[in-house]
């Protein structure tokens, strides 16, 4: 009958998933790359198996090649979509057990990928440990209509965490790390200066202790090389 239909094919898909994943898993290769359809019968099927496929890009975001590892870090927001607290679940429990096959660690992951609300619960589980594997990623202080603004993730480490140590230097140097300007040096520290200036009386100790330093640190290194670029005629 339909009833006994519908089980055969649900049992059926179940049975197609598990395969199709198995050959996905068992393609990626030790060394060389990876086949150029991989993405595309990825995005067809890991909503139906949303922790296998955080696995799975877990798996080639370990991977020695470069390209390999790239592919994962490309995949990283669509099982962010499919399946938040497990992906920071697995990627919190890579970074806690500093695994250094993870080759996107050492770049900036991109945090505000994932749902406020799954990064904060992790946070008050593993609390200062893991706000120190996460400090220098967090989003970083932005002014919006003037006013000074932190995205939820970071307001809460800050908040939170923003006096040990550890977590301060690497919310401070996630600020100075990445990005590409063109011009003189000088004009690039001022514009570190103007946005840190928001943020003087912020309400956060840890945010202001940065702005401040900021401020008075940047001001004297940007004179310096505008001293400099004038000698040499920039």
């Known amino acids: 009958d339909r009833e006994k239909l519908e089980v055969l094919a649900s049992l059926f898909?179940?049975?197609?998933?598990?395969?199709?994943?198995?050959?996905?898993?068992?393609?990626?290769?030790?060394?060389?790359?990876?086949?150029?359809?991989?993405?595309?019968i990825f995005a067809t099927i890991m909503e139906l198996d949303p922790p296998?496929?955080?696995?799975?890009?877990?798996?080639?975001?370990?991977?020695e090649e470069y390209e390999?590892?790239?592919?994962?870090s490309g995949l990283l927001a669509s099982v962010a979509k499919a399946d938040p607290a497990y992906l920071m679940e697995q990627i919190g429990f890579?970074?806690?057990?500093?695994?250094?096959?993870?080759?996107?660690?050492?770049?900036?992951?991109?945090?505000?990928?994932?749902?406020?609300?799954?990064?904060?619960?992790?946070?008050k589980q593993h609390g200062v440990e893991g706000a120190r594997v996460l400090a220098r990623h967090v989003?970083?202080?932005?002014?919006?209509?003037?006013?000074?603004?932190?995205?939820?993730?970071?307001?809460?480490?800050?908040?939170?965490?923003?006096?040990?140590?550890?977590?301060?230097?690497?919310?401070v140097a996630s600020l100075h790390s990445g990005g590409v300007f063109?011009?003189?040096?000088?004009?690039?520290?001022?514009?570190?200066?103007?946005?840190?200036?928001?943020?003087v009386a912020f309400p956060i100790p840890a945010i202001r202790k940065w702005a401040r330093s900021e401020v008075e640190y940047g001001t004297q290194q940007a004179e310096q090389f505008r001293q400099?670029?004038?000698?040499?005629?920039f």
């Open 182 to 199: 063109t011009g003189p040096i000088s004009d690039w520290m001022m514009l570190g200066v103007a946005l840190a200036e928001h943020f």
């Open 13 to 40: 898909v179940e049975d197609l998933v598990d395969v199709v994943f198995g050959l996905l898993e068992g393609s990626v290769p030790s060394k060389g790359r990876i086949s150029h359809a991989f993405a595309h």
């Open 139 to 171: 989003p970083p202080p932005y002014v919006d209509n003037g006013a000074p603004q932190l995205n939820p993730i970071t307001e809460f480490v800050m908040t939170n965490f923003g006096d040990d140590d550890a977590v301060y230097a690497s919310f």
């Open 94 to 123: 890579a970074m806690l057990s500093k695994d250094r096959n993870l080759n996107f660690i050492i770049r900036k992951l991109p945090i505000a990928i994932l749902p406020s609300a799954v990064v904060v619960d992790w946070l």
């Open 68 to 72: 390999t590892a790239q592919l994962g």
């Open 52 to 63: 296998r496929a955080v696995r799975l890009v877990m798996q080639l975001l370990r991977h």
């Open 228 to 233: 400099q670029e004038e000698e040499e005629g």
